[in-house]
């Protein structure tokens, strides 16, 4: 099992109706429609997505994609966190207490990268307005994530890049 994300850029919602399947299908014709994504809104997140319309069909001028796998996701957003300046904070899991910097991000209300680190590791969706705030905390930190490890500096190249992608009228889909 694995997280796959694809962000898009100037999506545009699908006129459709939905045939017996649960598929979205053209209302006049009946006939099945080429389309990017369904948005799913993550109800545990609120605010990410406010200018997605739950449910609905997007098609997109253009996207990319990447699979990152959940633990990949979980290991890289504390990482993230560390480079934003979260505090290591304690976290119980599985019966045993770690200190994170994604568990400092969990426990704050704002701050940078803060949408993405406190965010689902399945499924859901992140709107242009917060791919925005998100894209210019990406620029603001490029400093800080150039003198990490190579491994680090990939990932934080393709987030960035999704979320650049994304805040030009587009979204990221958790997948």
């Known amino acids: 099992m694995g997280l796959d994300v694809t962000a898009f850029r100037k999506i545009k919602e699908i006129d459709c109706v939905f045939d017996e399947d649960g598929e979205p299908i053209d209302p006049a014709t009946r006939e099945e429609i080429d389309y990017d994504f369904r948005a799913y809104i993550n109800s545990d997140f609120p605010g990410r997505a ?4 739950g449910g609905a069909i997007y098609s997109s001028q ?3 994609g990447f ?3 959940y633990g990949g996701y979980n290991h890289w957003r504390n990482e993230l966190a560390r480079v934003a300046g979260f505090p290591e904070t ?3 899991r599985f019966g045993s207490v770690t200190k994170r910097h994604d568990a400092g991000a969990w426990a704050a209300t704002e701050g940078p990268f803060w949408e993405l680190i406190l965010f689902s590791d399945c499924d859901g969706v992140i709107g242009s307005t917060v ?3 998100l894209a210019a905390d990406f620029a603001q930190y490029q400093e800080q994530a150039d003198k990490e490890d190579e ?3 990939s990932w934080y190249a393709t987030w960035r890049e ?3 992608m994304a805040a030009d009228d587009g979204a990221v ?3």
Not at 50 to 53: A, F, L, N, P
């Open 50 to 53: 406010d200018d997605v319309r």
């Open 62 to 64: 253009d996207s990319i």
């Open 67 to 69: 699979r990152i796998g």
């Open 90 to 92: 304690e976290l119980e």
């Open 131 to 133: 791919a925005s705030k």
């Open 151 to 153: 491994h680090f500096r």
């Open 162 to 164: 999704a979320f650049e």
């Open 173 to 175: 889909w958790f997948h």
